[in-house]
């Protein structure tokens, strides 16, 4: 069975600090990998989504790698803003199967 | 073309009462997913659906709760006798299958339970 777990918990600091979050997963045998934002009460925002056969992709000032051997990846802000202040889930996708969520890392970017 | 979207986007209910959620899709998607979150926790897998079959159901989706989705379009999401412990947000996904899947989630309805 798929876990999926989510380091830290809870993150804060300055704007225009450069983070990265972290996410791990127990089973590699995974399709996709997706990260998303979620702002209280709302539903969820896609960031990022890496085929298996990927090793990053990026979009604007975010970047995620995957590395599916070591059941890891990484979500890197750079310059952090206020307005990315969120909750950050990512999501894995094994083959044929349902995505198995995190439980996200809550960040806040102080002004 | 909006998105995904959600009705209501809240409800407040007394224990053991019926309520129904609605789920209508990015329209060219074929694959629609419920899930459950709870307050902290990431979303928790219910139920999905490819077109109008509902090919995988988790064991979170207890005989209370059931969901269908007639047509191939609009999805709805029942929960008979509710309990204090259905309490939270249920989320409605779609994708396109394809070989990137990316899923796109509505609003959400947060549920109450008195």
């Known amino acids: 069975k798929q876990e999926v777990t989510q380091i830290p918990a809870a993150l804060s600091v300055p704007e225009g600090e450069n983070l990265v979050l972290n996410c791990s997963f127990t089973?590699?045998?995974?399709?996709?990998l997706q990260w998303f934002r979620q702002d209280p009460g709302k539903g969820l925002t896609s960031l990022l989504l890496?085929?298996?056969?990927?090793r990053e992709q990026t979009s604007g000032r975010l970047n995620a790698s995957l590395d599916k051997s070591s059941g890891r990846s990484t979500l890197y802000i750079a310059a952090s803003q206020p307005g990315d202040s969120a909750t950050y889930l990512c999501?894995?996708?094994?083959?044929?199967?349902?995505?198995?969520f995190g439980p996200g890392t809550r960040l806040s970017v102080l002004p | 073309d909006t998105g995904v979207s959600q009705n209501p986007r809240h409800k407040i209910t007394k224990r053991g009462q019926n309520v129904t959620f609605r789920c209508d899709p990015i329209?060219?998607?074929?694959?629609l997913y419920w899930y459950r979150q709870t307050l902290g926790q990431g979303p928790e897998f219910l139920t999905y659906?490819?077109?109008?079959?509902?090919?995988?159901k988790s064991r979170l989706l207890s005989d209370r709760f059931s969901a269908e989705r007639p047509k191939g379009s609009f999805s709805t999401l029942e929960i008979q006798r509710t309990e204090q412990g259905d309490s939270a947000m249920y989320l409605c996904?779609?994708?396109?299958?394809?070989?990137?899947?990316?899923?796109?989630f509505g609003p959400g309805t947060r549920l109450l339970v008195l």
């Open positions: 996904a779609s994708s396109l299958f394809s070989s990137t899947e990316t899923q796109y």
């Open positions: 089973d590699s045998a995974i399709y996709n």
């Open positions: 890496i085929q298996s056969s990927q």
């Open positions: 999501a894995v996708n094994n083959y044929g199967q349902n995505f198995v």
């Open positions: 329209s060219e998607h074929n694959r």
């Open positions: 659906f490819q077109n109008e079959a509902q090919l995988e």
